[in-house]
T-cell receptor, first 118, second 113 residues
Framework: NAGVTQTPKFRVLKTGQSMTLLCAQD?????MYWYRQDPGMGLRLIHY???????AKGEVPDGYNVSRLKKQNFLLGLESAAPSQTSVYFC?????????????????FGDGTRLSIL | DAKTTQPNSMESNEEEPVHLPCNHS???????IHWYRQLPSQGPEYVIH???SNVNNRMASLAIAEDRKSSTLILHRATLRDAAVYYC??????????????FGTGTRLTIIP
């Protein structure tokens, strides 16, 4: 079971470079999320999507863009990387809020992308 | 969002039960209590959640105080693999438009062989 797969696992960028982080899930989940985790801190939500073709801002969206062209993929883009974006990025997915008549569907996380920006 | 308070760290001996406390005195009547854990170099992993009554699953048990202002995650027999950061997260029962999980700094659990 692949679950949630993130690529790449590691990347080093120079300030001003752009890149795209890919998240793929094979559980047919409607919802997908991007979080970042800085040292010694909890995860913070960047953007999320409640379905194919839809995205929404989370807690810390500035400097990032996202796209959800296919249900199974959620892309996170950095147009002009800054050192403040050095972090570990986690993707997650879940069933919709009331899947099967149950609320509070748990989120399933990938193993993260470690991004350093010099 | 309801605020939570957890100890920064705890230690436990292998094969003994572990009780991880969480204070959530500002929780609303429609907030579930979720627990996730994060093993080293991995993403968070769902553990359990509950609303009012105690809950059990294959990973752990969740004991919720009668006034719902606190809860305790119980690992019945800790193994080395249970060493992780444990997060207690209140979450709205029907969180339309508020799908995020709000992670605090959690409790770092160390298991002593």
């Amino acid at each position: 079971n692949a679950g949630v797969t993130q690529t790449p696992k590691f990347r080093v960028l120079k300030t001003g470079q752009s890149m795209t982080l890919l998240c793929a899930q094979d559980m047919n989940h409607e919802y997908m999320y991007w979080y970042r985790q800085d040292p010694g801190m909890g995860l913070r939500l960047i953007h999320y999507s409640v379905g194919e073709g839809t995205t929404a801002k989370g807690e810390v969206p500035d400097g990032y863009n996202v796209s959800r062209l296919k249900k199974q993929n959620f892309l996170l883009g950095l147009e002009s990387a800054a050192p403040s974006q050095t972090s570990v990025y986690f993707c997650a997915s879940s069933y919709s809020i009331l899947a099967g008549g149950r609320s509070n569907q748990p989120q399933h996380f990938g193993d993260g992308t470690r991004l350093s920006i010099l | 969002d309801a605020k939570t308070t957890q100890p920064n760290s705890m230690e436990s001996n292998e094969e003994e039960p572990v009780h991880l406390p969480c204070n959530h005195s500002t929780i609303s009547g429609t907030d579930y209590i979720h627990w996730y854990r994060q093993l080293p170099s991995q993403g968070p992993e769902y553990v359990i959640h509950g609303l009012t009554s105690n809950v059990n699953n294959r990973m752990a048990s969740l004991a919720i105080a009668e006034d719902r202002k606190s809860s305790t995650l119980i690992l019945h027999r800790a193994t080395l693999r249970d060493a992780a950061v444990y997060y207690c997260i209140p979450r709205l029962k029907h969180n339309f438009g508020n799908e995020k999980l709000t992670f605090g700094t959690g409790t770092r659990l160390t298991i002593i062989p």
